[in-house]
């Protein structure tokens, strides 16, 4: 995209994500078409959210710079069938959540569809696979429920087991029952985040979201409450979350705002929330230079209000700016680096090591901004196994 298109991109989601009146001026310039900022948002699985936005807009462009009649459709179906997803997933959810609660189990409902709920229209949000946290001591019962309420011998053979969850498939719909919430964003504090988490994630101390599902006895939509992490939690966990995926390999914006919204929920709810004790927390676990620098995308890119944003700091949060929003506009929904080419895997010697560093170097240097001594030791991790070790492909 072009300078003048980035500014357009960022402005939409403004526009559509904060509810404001767009900046026209933006349009002006000659320096722009529709095509590749719908081509961005689409890859950002963001299309959804900006469509209203990009619809009150195009109307008061001139003819020249309109939409074309197949691309205003091709956003009415993107949009229709993320609503069409998010129906299904809220109604998968209320049904598994029944059959683990018969079965004596006590899940929670992490990200997904517990944080389509903080965007001004719930069914905008794409959302993916249904993430359920039960803990050490339900989880094999939750597991044996979640195969009974499915009830697929082949869902059941073709479903993994991770470290931190167990994962089967019931059609499009994936569920993933977790053991532990997911793995540390710093993997260094491991054992810290899984005792923090363990300290966080009881039923009794959880708070809930409103979700609208249709019943198959009357076929009228109702309301349902579902549990999610409490406030406090909550923040700490999509952070970390949003953290794991860089030092994986690419994080995309939608986490980012998803981040955002609830950060901004929770600020509004002193009772629920102390910013004092999420500094605390962020420290404990290795991430409050990384929510300090990542702070600097939500308050220039997304127009978080900076006075609000816990921890600022003007000279970490510039360290956000161009590379990092570079490679997050080259990416997709999940970051540049999970679409990047894997082919170094299949070069053997001398040649295979080469291509093997750049792609290493390429992986760890969004975590050098963020945690220098952390990319050191990742880099050096990755350079011993798949280097070094003829043969050995990680």
Same mark, same amino acid.
């Given at each position: ?169 019931? $059609? @499009? ?7 532990? #919430? =997911?793995?540390?964003? *710093?993997?260094? %504090? ?28 009357? $076929? @009228? ?7 999610? #992490? =409490?406030?406090?939690? *909550?923040?700490? %966990? ?157």
């Amino acid at each position: 995209m072009t300078p003048t298109e980035q500014n357009i991109f960022f402005s939409l989601l403004r526009t559509s994500i904060w509810q404001r009146h767009p900046d026209l001026t933006l349009f002006d310039s000659p320096d722009w078409s529709w095509s590749p900022i719908c081509k961005a948002l689409e890859s950002h699985a963001l299309l959804a959210i900006a469509a209203d936005s990009i619809m009150t807009i195009n109307d008061q462009l001139p003819l020249d710079k309109q939409l074309n009649p197949m691309q205003s459709m091709a956003i009415f179906q993107y949009s229709a069938s993320i609503a069409q997803t998010h129906y299904e997933l809220n109604n998968a959810i209320r049904k598994s959540f029944a059959a683990l609660n018969n079965a004596g189990c006590h899940p929670i409902l992490l990200k997904g569809q517990g944080l389509a709920t903080l965007y001004p229209q719930r069914n905008t949000r794409s959302c993916g696979d249904i993430d359920i946290y039960v803990g050490l001591e339900e989880y094999d019962k939750s597991c044996e429920a979640i195969r009974k309420f499915i009830n697929n011998p082949e869902a059941e053979a073709s479903a993994e087991e991770e470290a931190h969850h167990y994962e089967i498939h019931d $059609g @499009k719909i994936a569920y993933e029952i977790h053991r532990y #919430p =997911s793995v540390a964003g *710093n993997q260094k %504090y491991q054992d810290k985040y899984y005792k923090l988490s363990a300290d966080y994630l009881h039923f009794s101390e959880c708070d809930s979201v409103k979700i609208e599902s249709t019943t198959s006895k009357s $076929g @009228k939509t109702e309301v349902f409450t579902i549990p999610v #992490p =409490s406030l406090q939690y *909550n923040v700490l %966990y999509v952070f970390n979350h949003l953290c794991q995926h860089i030092w994986e390999g690419g994080v995309g914006l939608k986490q980012l705002i998803d981040w955002m919204l609830l950060l901004n929920h929770a600020l509004r709810q002193p009772s629920k929330f102390d910013v004092q004790l999420l500094r605390s927390d962020l420290k404990a676990i290795g991430l409050f230079r990384a929510w300090r620098i990542l702070g600097g995308i939500l308050v220039y890119q997304f127009g978080f209000p900076k006075d609000f944003f816990p921890f600022w700091k003007e000279s970490l949060a510039q360290k956000s700016q161009g590379y990092y929003i570079d490679e997050l506009l080259g990416g997709s929904s999940f970051g540049s680096m999970s679409g990047k080419d894997n082919s170094y895997k299949q070069h053997k010697s001398i040649q295979r090591k080469v291509a093997a560093f750049k792609h290493y170097y390429y992986l760890c240097r969004p975590i050098s901004i963020i945690s220098p001594r952390f990319a050191l030791e990742r880099f050096s991790f990755y350079c011993k196994e798949a280097i070094l070790r003829p043969g050995r492909n990680k």
